[in-house]
């Protein structure tokens, strides 16, 4: 599809936006990146082959800087935004969700951290939630937190996230299709892979949306697995499959057999006597999760052994 030929050859931001049947949302998410205090930028639009009036109205905005692509079909948000990656101008790229609000001064506070730490390769923030659930985020600030955070969960929420161009062209780093859900996970695990370094603006500049569409993706247990062998893998290089296969199990959560306890206990001693830090990652947080992990397995293990000891002597519990 043909270009905009206005936009502009180097903006300093390209914000890209993945829209699927956003209709309801996606005007106030436009909007509110185009009333920034800071508006050197590009807005590229995806338009996932939604059947309503998201195009539509992405493309009745009268500004210069938004290109609007139309998917042929619905192809998912992860080829979505790595087609928004691969048309990309600017020094940064900007993740904004279609249903999600940046506050005005988002992009101006964003630029400023990255021009005064050109070691940090990707920035994101808090953010509060709106719509059927409220609260506000409590993300780790620095590199290392965030990084022992993946292992647990998403050390940068993919919302407020800003990364450096370059880094991610040179390094080839893009999302994976075949993921049907973390996709934002595995995109920042492939970051951390490649050297990338974090840091978490403690403001919320964004304002997410909660609502029924949220968990219209159900979480993928084969993704989970992988993506996060994927992180173990990087951080516990001195395990074996075999091992590496019990830890990974212990931190998602998988059933185990009592008769494995040993095991367990084995390789989780491995894990946390292990003080080198591979790719910045905060070992001693690291040692700590997996320590409470192993707890709460014991806790079970022997609550299981009481209960069935019970069951045999006929004594109810």
């Not at 195009?55 to 928004?84: H, M, Q, W, Y």
């Not at 500049?205 to 029924?212: F, G, T, V, W």
């Not at 590496?244 to 185990?256: A, K, P, Q, S």
Request: net charge neutral; aromatic share 10%; glycine share 6%.
């Amino acid at each position: 599809m043909a270009v905009d030929c206005k936009r502009r050859e180097k903006p300093v931001f390209s914000v890209i936006t993945a829209a699927y049947n956003a209709e309801e949302y996606i005007s106030q998410s436009i909007q509110s990146i185009c009333d920034q205090t800071f508006g050197d930028m590009e807005i590229i639009v995806i338009n996932d082959g939604s059947d309503d009036a998201t195009s539509e109205i992405a493309k009745g905005f009268v500004d210069d800087r938004i290109v609007v692509i139309d998917n042929p079909c619905n192809l998912g948000l992860s080829a979505s935004f790595n087609t928004g990656i691969n048309l990309s101008r600017g020094e940064f790229i900007v993740r904004q969700d279609a249903d999600d609000i940046s506050i005005p001064s988002r992009l101006e506070e964003q630029y400023e951290f990255m021009k005064n730490n050109q070691g940090i390769v990707i920035c994101g923030s808090d953010m509060d939630s709106f719509g059927a659930a409220t609260g506000t985020t409590n993300v780790p600030q620095h590199d290392g937190s965030i990084k022992a955070r993946f292992l647990t969960g998403c050390g940068v929420k993919i919302p407020t996230s800003v990364m450096r161009r370059k880094f991610i062209i040179n390094n080839n780093i893009r999302c994976n299709p075949s993921y049907q859900s973390l996709e934002d996970l595995d995109f920042f695990i492939q970051c951390i892979r490649k050297g990338a370094t974090f840091q978490n603006i403690k403001k919320s500049l964004i304002k997410y949306r909660k609502h029924s569409f949220n968990n219209s993706r159900i979480l993928n247990y084969e993704d989970l697995i992988a993506i996060r062998k994927s992180l173990g893998e990087a951080y516990f290089p001195f395990l074996s499959g075999h091992e590496l296969r019990f830890l990974i199990g212990l931190i998602v959560g998988n059933r185990v057999n009592a008769e494995d306890l040993h095991t367990y206990e084995a390789v989780c001693k491995k894990a946390i006597n292990e003080k080198f830090s591979f790719f910045g990652e905060d070992r001693d947080q690291i040692s700590k999760f997996i320590s409470l992990k192993l707890e709460t397995l014991r806790k079970v293990v022997s609550d299981w052994k009481m209960q069935s000891a019970a069951r045999m002597m006929g004594i109810g519990l």
